[in-house]
């Protein structure tokens, strides 16, 4: 790869030197790599949150980018490090779902767990597995190093919970998968789900013992300001809003509630 894209999403904030030791290691290996920030201000241990996070940014990046998520509250247990390989792109971070979301959305064609000890620093650290593996790994896949050398293929990755839909007769039931800083309360919902509901015109859901027939609506403003609605946001998942409101306040919404969609 001329100049590769190799980008970084942690839960490690700005304030410590973790981040920057992470890009010393990628440009050490590979001093023409490009890295690109998604974010660091992850909140710490939610893996939910990176999982969200990074579903929403990497189709936008050029094909064969490399996407290293860190979010890792197992970091030296018996997790497994992986890289993912998909249609479009390359996935490297611990096996906890952080990059499950992103990684099937692309069609998953590989998947390696990464063992290999001459693609990791010599002493790898049991609590920095980002500086000590995941970075050397996204810097030699980035430059040209087959991901099979990593470490063997193995079949399947840890799905979390939040991706999963329980579907019944008459509804599906998923959950909140973020609340924005608008106060947008964005489930785990895709437009494929309403469609299947027979959904049109209104969208019937039960979010925190509460039933709720909203308007389905293409932008925010198609409801006068302060009433509710639901709409399919800009990265495909349904979103329960409030018109130049807070969705989250009123109907007191956090993430991991269960929200269910009705015929």
Same mark, same amino acid.
């Given at each position: 790869?001329?100049?590769?894209? &190799?980008?970084?999403?942690?839960?490690?904030?700005?304030?410590?030197?973790?981040?920057?030791?992470? !890009?010393?290691?990628?440009?050490?290996?590979?001093?023409?790599?490009?890295?690109?920030?998604?974010?660091?201000?992850?909140?710490? %241990?939610?893996?939910?949150?990176? #999982?969200?996070?990074?579903?929403? #940014?990497?189709?936008?990046?050029?094909?064969?980018?490399?996407?290293?998520?860190?979010?890792?509250?197992?970091?030296?247990?018996?997790?497994?490090?992986?890289?993912?390989?998909?249609?479009?792109? @390359? @996935?490297?971070?611990?096996?906890?779902?952080?990059?499950?979301?992103?990684?099937?959305?692309?069609?998953?064609?590989?998947?390696?767990?990464?063992?290999?000890?001459?693609?990791?620093?010599?002493?790898?650290?049991?609590?920095?597995?980002?500086?000590?593996?995941? #970075?050397?790994?996204?810097?030699?896949?980035?430059?040209?190093?087959?991901?099979?050398?990593?470490?063997?293929?193995?079949?399947?990755?840890?799905?979390?919970? %939040?991706?999963?839909?329980?579907?019944?007769?008459? #509804?599906?039931?998923?959950?909140?998968?973020?609340?924005?800083?608008?106060?947008?309360?964005?489930?785990?919902?895709?437009?494929?789900?309403?469609?299947?509901?027979?959904?049109?015109?209104?969208?019937?859901? !039960?979010? !925190?013992?509460?039933?709720?027939?909203?308007?389905?609506?293409?932008?925010?403003?198609?409801?006068?300001?302060?009433?509710?609605?639901?709409?399919?946001?800009?990265?495909?998942?349904?979103?329960?809003?409030?018109?130049?409101?807070?969705?989250?306040?009123?109907?007191?919404?956090?993430?991991?509630?269960? &929200?269910?969609?009705?015929?």
């Amino acid at each position: 790869m001329k100049n590769p894209i &190799i980008t970084l999403t942690t839960d490690f904030g700005l304030k410590d030197p973790y981040v920057a030791e992470m !890009k010393a290691v990628i440009l050490s290996i590979c001093p023409n790599a490009q890295i690109i920030d998604i974010t660091h201000q992850i909140e710490k %241990f939610n893996v939910r949150m990176g #999982a969200y996070t990074l579903a929403c #940014a990497t189709p936008y990046f050029p094909k064969g980018t490399i996407h290293v998520a860190v979010v890792d509250p197992g970091v030296g247990t018996k997790r497994r490090p992986l890289l993912i390989e998909t249609e479009k792109d @390359f @996935f490297i971070g611990p096996d906890n779902g952080v990059s499950a979301l992103a990684a099937k959305a692309q069609r998953i064609r590989h998947v390696y767990e990464i063992s290999n000890r001459n693609f990791m620093l010599p002493h790898v650290s049991n609590t920095f597995h980002g500086r000590d593996i995941f #970075a050397p790994a996204a810097a030699h896949i980035a430059n040209g190093v087959s991901p099979s050398e990593l470490g063997p293929e193995v079949e399947d990755i840890v799905v979390p919970e %939040f991706s999963k839909l329980v579907k019944k007769k008459n #509804a599906v039931i998923g959950e909140v998968l973020h609340v924005d800083s608008f106060g947008n309360i964005i489930t785990n919902f895709e437009e494929k789900e309403l469609k299947l509901m027979g959904t049109s015109g209104t969208v019937n859901v !039960k979010l !925190k013992n509460r039933l709720l027939k909203l308007k389905l609506c293409k932008a925010y403003a198609e409801t006068p300001p302060k009433q509710p609605l639901a709409i399919i946001g800009s990265h495909n998942f349904l979103e329960i809003a409030i018109n130049q409101g807070n969705a989250a306040e009123k109907f007191k919404a956090k993430t991991g509630d269960k &929200i269910t969609l009705y015929r």
